[in-house]
């Protein structure tokens, strides 16, 4: 079975650097990985999202409509416009963050809230789970752009995303320069325990 994964966010929150450190655990769990990156400004705040596949033998990296397995979703607006690859059995994680893009100030046009978000969501798949993870990872020092990895501590601890956390620390431990490797694997441990409840 493949596992298809939608990290959606905008430019400056880390969503490349998740699909990295994924796809790196990925392939020290033994199985095969594809990566494509959708984005059209992946510059700061610009919509950005990534497709990660993986499974024992993996084609084509790009996730077919309603095929998702996981939306980690970094920013709610970009939630929304990933939602035709959410299906009934779709799982969706999503930080609370806002990242209102200039065109909504322009035209007037209003910020969609939690609730909005989560009911249009709804309408897809009923397992919806939202955690402020911005807050969360400032509660203990880290910046916000450590959500990235709190939501995906609350993923491998819900059994969410088929990893394990040794896999997750190794490529980070691989791909993260040591002055903020510590401070993230921090951040991963409270996601993991945030998640117990």
Same mark, same amino acid.
Not at 7 to 26: D, F, P
């Given at each position: 079975?493949?596992?298809?994964?939608?990290?959606?966010?905008?430019?400056?929150?880390?969503?490349?650097?998740?699909?990295?450190?994924?796809?790196?655990?990925?392939?020290?769990?033994?199985?095969?990985?594809?990566? #494509?990156? %959708?984005?059209?400004?992946?510059? &700061?705040?610009?919509? *950005?999202? +990534?497709?990660?596949?993986? /499974? $024992?033998?993996?084609?084509?990296?790009?996730?077919?409509?309603?095929? #998702?397995? %996981?939306?980690?979703?970094?920013? &709610?607006?970009?939630? *929304?416009? +990933?939602?035709?690859?959410? /299906? $009934?059995?779709?799982?969706?994680?999503?930080?609370?963050?806002?990242?209102?893009?200039?065109?909504?100030?322009?035209?007037?046009?209003?910020?969609?809230?939690?609730?909005?978000?989560?009911? $249009?969501?709804?309408?897809?798949?009923?397992?919806?789970?939202?955690?402020?993870?911005?807050?969360?990872?400032?509660?203990?020092?880290?910046?916000?752009?450590?959500?990235?990895?709190?939501?995906?501590?609350?993923?491998?601890?819900?059994?969410?995303?088929?990893?394990?956390?040794?896999?997750?620390?190794?490529?980070?431990?691989?791909?993260?320069?040591?002055?903020?490797?510590?401070?993230?694997?921090?951040?991963?441990?409270?996601?993991?325990?945030?998640?117990?409840?």
């Amino acid at each position: 079975m493949t596992f298809n994964l939608i990290v959606s966010g905008v430019g400056g929150q880390g969503v490349l650097t998740l699909a990295a450190v994924i796809g790196e655990a990925v392939l020290q769990s033994g199985h095969d990985v594809k990566v #494509a990156e %959708l984005h059209g400004l992946a510059q &700061r705040f610009g919509p *950005l999202s +990534t497709h990660i596949r993986f /499974g $024992k033998k993996v084609g084509s990296p790009l996730i077919a409509e309603a095929g #998702a397995n %996981l939306l980690i979703g970094l920013e &709610r607006l970009e939630v *929304l416009h +990933t939602l035709k690859y959410v /299906g $009934k059995d779709t799982s969706v994680l999503m930080g609370t963050r806002e990242a209102v893009p200039t065109i909504l100030y322009r035209k007037n046009i209003p910020y969609p809230t939690v609730d909005q978000v989560i009911a $249009k969501i709804r309408k897809f798949t009923s397992k919806v789970i939202t955690a402020d993870a911005g807050e969360r990872a400032k509660s203990i020092g880290a910046p916000e752009v450590t959500a990235n990895i709190y939501l995906t501590g609350m993923a491998v601890q819900m059994n969410l995303l088929p990893l394990k956390e040794k896999h997750i620390t190794n490529a980070m431990k691989e791909l993260m320069p040591k002055k903020i490797l510590q401070t993230n694997l921090k951040v991963l441990k409270l996601g993991m325990k945030d998640a117990i409840g």
